[in-house]
Every structure is written in structure tokens, then in C-alpha cells.
């Protein structure tokens, strides 16, 4: 081989080896990858809302923060119960720049009021609730994502409280850990739909009855709203409504396929979707009734949130207490209450007709001048878009136990009502009977609707779990139907719910300029032994000397 080419192999091995090295530094740079959740994008009357931003690269920073410190290059990591709400609500206010905010949930929400304390970290979903309310009625101009706290959150925060005890924030001059979410820019919701889905278990007429049978709806509401719409279940709200409604079907459908227990009553079940929007889903299924089914209703009772209660339950109405259809249905509720022991409350709101904006489900129903009521466990009317399944509403808020006592409360005053037995010492669901309400069932279901986020604009008229809707209420009524439609009203939506957290560590740039320094050196002292190992010492000293020049002889 000629010496040029010794010298060329020489480095081209040196160039190999750097390539290694880059290659092994490059891939040592992943921390973890973790999945997250974005903070609800969406627009009201054309005033944008919630989240405005998905796209996050920043370094990351902890609580606490030293006085004065610029956030406006830094991803906050905090976890929920040490994050001050105060410290976000100047942040909004003063609209000062952060990059962004990465909130932990505690994986277990679960707490009970007599294991609960006085101060926030006893109380993780009353934070949460809060939480969650500032947020969705804010501008947020920077990406916020949830995460589930776990021990690789425990070990990066206690680095980055590592690193920022040296008095430098993290950045690129001193390393750290680097954020990532890559995500495009969030796209509005085109056309978001809505399924109503109802089954009617029809009367049994007398022979020669021509008149229409009276009809009596039970209805409740089953999609969600919260800050997550990955992460809102909805569990108690209104989940438990649902559950029980197809238990007080399941049950009824047992004594109507039989003809001698059959009652003169036609039941229309009705699961409707855009609770949270002013229960818009509600009234484009009453419009799509003909006039003479909304005429036979003699009343309907709505079923919102009903997982969480111990004693008491409110009913709640438009029409004053000594309407005759409204005395007949506390009475009825009042007669088997004080046999379960339990309390009925009845509340009277008006409805403001001026005022499209409703509080309750029966209101709906109310301006198509049908009688209706609400059971709740909700002693008031909620504001709009809370107590809609946020993050908070998990599992754990709704029990079987409560749902329960809702279904035989229902099913027992209604049956009581139907059949005539007002007065009378019978108990047509009584317990241990073939009747009684099933409490697995119930659970099956609860179980159910908590691991399925229902957000309305996010959950397809062909979702599996729509689908499972429609067959459970098939199995127990007929003339099942699903009614679709666009969601109406002041509200557009922004897709880019959950994503995918990168988490890095970056070496400081002194780090950086020391490593390439100590790898510049090798590598000369790598490429000299090879020229002087194969060429000898004098080849690698002409290698650096600068040679003679050459004086070209005019013609």
C-alpha cells in the first residue's frame, strides 16, 4: 500500500470510531416515554378556551421555584396536590409566559370523607374539581398535560430539584431534562354528532281499547365533560344515571314479557347524549317525537347523578309541589322511601323561558309542556359544564350501594303506580325475590362506563361503546333505535386529546465541550500512533510540515 493510502485508511478508521462514539451518545440521550393528556381545547360564542398550544419542547422545572424565576422556557412539572392554585391563577391574570405545564394525578382519587383531612392533600379530588373549573373557563395560552404520578416522576423531579438547588435553572447552558410532545397543530372538530338511543317496552290494551296508552320515560343522560377528555369517565355523572337505567329496564322488561303482568302503561327508555351542553341531545329527541307521543307522556323521570349518596335524595321540578302530576310522584316516592328508610327532598326551580340555558334534564321536557322531574343526589342545580364527569368523577364516586337504593326507589313507585297498588303492603321488587335489583349487574356496568370517556365531540356514532349501549337496551326493550344528529349551540371543538410524552436528559454544553475535547485528543493521539506504526515517525512530522514552494521558471 502507498503512503497516501496508509495515511487515508488511517483516517478513515479515526472517522469510524467518532461515528461510534456520536452514534452511543445519541441514543444514551432517552430518559422515558410517557403517555399524557391534554387540557381541553374548545371555543364558546367564538371565545377561545382551555388549552390553545400541544406542542411542547422546553427544559423541565419544579416546585419550588426561586423568587423572580423566568418559566418562560420551562415546562413545569408539578404534582396536583403541590401545585398552589393561586400561583396559576396570576400566572392567567397577569398573563405571564410559561412553556408549559405538566400536572400529576395521584393514581388513586379514591380517598373517603372519614379518611379525608382538613388541608388539600387530604382532599385530591376536591383539588381536582377546582382544578379542573379554573381551567376550562380560562384562556390557557401554553400546552397543559396530565400524567398519572408514579416512582419515574418521583426520581426526575427529585433531579430536577437536584439541579436547580445549584442556583441555575435548567437550560441548555446547564443541562437537565428536556420535555418533548411532539403533536401537530390541534384541528377543529367538523360536525361533532350526538346518539340518542331508546327502546319502548309497550302496554298491554283492553280489548276494544282504541285510545293510545299512556306513556311514562324514565331518560338519563350518559356522555361527559372535563379538562381531560381522555380521562373524564364520568363515572357518578351521570354513569350511575345510565347504570340505573338499564337495570329499572332489565327489570321491567321481566314483568311486560309476560302478558298477565303487563301493566297499561307503555315505558320509553331514552339514553341521550349532550348532557353537558345544555342537554341538547335531550331536545332534538323530543322534536323528533310526533306531537301525539310527547302528548301521551304523563310524565318523565330523569336520572343525573345517583352514585354517591347515603340518606338523602332530591327531586327536583318546574311545576309548583300541588301540581297533581308532581304531588302523585312524591307521594309515590315518599311512600317507599320511608319503607327503605331513606329521605326524598323535592325542589322547585322555574324554568326562564327568555333563558335558553337549562340546569336540569327535566327542563327540556318542561318547554315541550311535558311534566317531568330530576333525581338527583345533587341538592342544587350545577353551573354550566361542571359536575359533568371531569378527571375527579373516577370509579371511586360512584358505589353500587347508592345506585341500588336509586333503582328499587324508581322501579318501586313506578311499579306501585302502574299496577294499582298504592296503600297496599307489597313489595313487587323485593329482595331475594326473582325480581330484585341485581347489584352485579349493576357493577358490571359501573365498571364499565369508568373506563370509557364519553366527551361527547370525541365519541363517534360508530363507537363500540355506543354499539354496547344499544344492545344491552335491545336485550331488555323493543323498538330499539338510534337516533344521530349534529351537535348544536356556541361550541366548536379542537381534536389532540392525549399524546405522548418524551422525556430526555441533556448534558450541560460545558460537558459537551469538555467530552469533545478529551475525544479530539484521542483521536490524534489514535491517528499518530497509526502513521508512526506503519510509516514511521518522519511520515507523520512531513504529514504537519508545510511544504516548499515551488517558483515556476518564466519562458
Known amino acids: 500500500m502507498s503512503p497516501s493510502g496508509e495515511v487515508v485508511a488511517s483516517v478513515s478508521s479515526a472517522l469510524a470510531i467518532l461515528l461510534v462514539l456520536l452514534a452511543c451518545v445519541e441514543l444514551g440521550d432517552a430518559a422515558a416515554a410517557v403517555g399524557v393528556y391534554r387540557l381541553i381545547q ?36 408539578a404534582p396536583l396536590l403541590d401545585l398552589p392554585l393561586s400561583f396559576l391563577r396570576d400566572y392567567l391574570a397577569e398573563k405571564k409566559h410559561l412553556g408549559g405545564l405538566l400536572i400529576l394525578l395521584p393514581t388513586n382519587l379514591s380517598a373517603k370523607n372519614g379518611e379525608e383531612n382538613n388541608d388539600d392533600k387530604g382532599q385530591p379530588k376536591r383539588v381536582l374539581a377546582e382544578l379542573e373549573k379554573l381551567l376550562v373557563h380560562e384562556e390557557v395560552p401554553y400546552p397543559v398535560y396530565f400524567a398519572f ?76 365533560f372535563g379538562a381531560a377528555p381522555a380521562l373524564s369517565v364520568g363515572s357518578d355523572s351521570n354513569g350511575s344515571g345510565a347504570v340505573a337505567l338499564l337495570e329499572i329496564s332489565r327489570l321491567f322488561s321481566r314483568l311486560y314479557s309476560n302478558p298477565k303482568t303487563r301493566g297499561k302503561f307503555n315505558l320509553l327508555f331514552g339514553l341521550t347524549s349532550g348532557g353537558p351542553y345544555n342537554y341538547n341531545g335531550t331536545s332534538k329527541w323530543l322534536r323528533s317525537f310526533d306531537q301525539r307521543v310527547r302528548e301521551s307522556i304523563d310524565y318523565a323521570i330523569c336520572l343525573n347523578s345517583v352514585g354517591s349518596w347515603s340518606n338523602d335524595i332530591w327531586m327536583h321540578v318546574s311545576k309548583p309541589p300541588e301540581n297533581p302530576y308532581i304531588k302523585q310522584i ?17 325542589k322547585q326551580k322555574k324554568i326562564n323561558v327568555s333563558n335558553s340555558r337549562v340546569a336540569w334534564e327535566h327542563e327540556q321536557f318542561s318547554r315541550f309542556r311535558v311534566t317531568a322531574l330530576t333525581l338527583s343526589e345533587l341538592s342544587t342545580p350545577p353551573e354550566f359544564l361542571e359536575s359533568t364527569g371531569g378527571i375527579y368523577d373516577t370509579r371511586e364516586s360512584a358505589d353500587v350501594e347508592s345506585v341500588t337504593k336509586t333503582v328499587r326507589l324508581v322501579s318501586e313507585s313506578l311499579a306501585r303506580h302502574i299496577y294499582g297498588l298504592k296503600g297496599r303492603n307489597i313489595d313487587v321488587f323485593a329482595e331475594n325475590s326473582s325480581l330484585a335489583v341485581n347489584p352485579h349487574y349493576i357493577k358490571s356496568w359501573l365498571d364499565l362506563f369508568s373506563r370509557t370517556p364519553r366527551v ?19 336485550e331488555h326493550t323493543a323498538d330499539v333505535h338510534v337516533q344521530t344528529d349534529v351537535l348544536d349551540g356556541m361550541l366548536t371543538f379542537y381534536d389532540a386529546t392525549k399524546s405522548t410524552l418524551n422525556v430526555y436528559q441533556v448534558a450541560s454544553v460545558t460537558f459537551d465541550l469538555l467530552f469533545l475535547l478529551v475525544l479530539g485528543s484521542y483521536l490524534i493521539v489514535l491517528f499518530s500512533f497509526l502513521v508512526i506504526t506503519t510509516r514511521g515517525l518522519d511520515d507523520l512530522i512531513n504529514i504537519f510540515r508545510r511544504p516548499p514552494s515551488r517558483k515556476v521558471k518564466g519562458a
Open 330 to 346: 312524591f307521594e309515590g316516592f315518599s311512600d317507599v322511601s320511608k319503607e327503605m328508610g331513606i329521605s326524598v327532598g323535592i
Open 456 to 474: 361527547a365531540p370525541f365519541l363517534q356514532k360508530n363507537d363500540p361503546f355506543i354499539a354496547a349501549l344499544k344492545k344491552e337496551l335491545s
Open 149 to 224: 404520578h408514579d416512582d419515574n416522576f418521583d426520581n426526575l423531579l427529585a433531579d430536577i430539584r437536584k439541579i436547580a438547588s445549584s442556583g441555575q435553572p435548567a437550560s441548555a447552558s446547564t443541562g437537565g431534562y428536556k420535555l418533548v410532545v411532539p403533536s401537530a397543530e390541534p384541528r377543529k372538530v367538523s360536525s361533532p354528532t350526538i346518539s340518542n338511543i331508546q327502546g319502548w317496552l309497550p302496554g298491554l290494551k283492553g280489548e276494544g281499547d282504541a285510545e293510545q296508552l299512556p306513556t311514562i320515560a324514565i331518560v338519563a343522560n350518559y356522555d361527559t
Open 42 to 77: 374548545y371555543d364558546l360564542a367564538g371565545a377561545p378556551l382551555g388549552s390553545r398550544a400541544a406542542t411542547l419542547n422546553h427544559h423541565a422545572a419544579a416546585l419550588p421555584l426561586p423568587a423572580g424565576a423566568d418559566l418562560s422556557r420551562s415546562a413545569l412539572v
